[in-house]
């Protein structure tokens, strides 16, 4: 099954995935602006090969596999299928070296969300 990017991912975006990814299936969006495509990072779920490498490094605990999307957050996929629609105006972010999280942050960002804890 596919990995999918959370909404947690919105306005952190942290590249650490990306830098362990096999596959270079993280994306960033480069297109015109548009509302409805929030700044974060998107799985291809079509090369994503379901390795888990991006949970276990994300520190915002934003991937979740496909089939685990907590109710309510079903439109994430969708997002995340964006990558499929409209493949040029994705490109494989650089990896940029962010500080990482205090535990406190994370939960803050979750909340935020109505992530359920």
């Known amino acids: 099954m596919p990995w999918v990017i959370t909404r947690v991912c919105r306005d952190c975006v942290d590249t650490r995935c990306v ?3 096999p596959v270079d299936c993280i994306y960033e969006y480069t297109g015109p602006p548009d509302p409805g495509i929030p700044n974060q990072l998107f799985i291809n779920p079509e090369e994503c090969i379901n390795c888990r490498m991006c949970q276990s490094e994300c520190p915002w605990e934003a991937p979740v596999e496909d089939l685990e999307i907590p109710a309510g957050f079903e439109d994430d996929i969708a997002l995340n299928t964006l990558t499929l ?3 040029e105006r994705f490109v494989v972010p650089e ?3 962010k500080p990482y ?3 406190a ?3 803050a960002n979750k909340q935020r969300w109505d ?3």
Do not use: K, S, Y
């Open 85 to 87: 629609a409209h493949p």
């Open 19 to 21: 830098e362990v990814c």
């Open 101 to 103: 999280p205090e535990f």
């Open 95 to 97: 990896v940029v070296d």
């Open 105 to 107: 942050t994370v939960q």
């Open 115 to 117: 992530w359920p804890l």
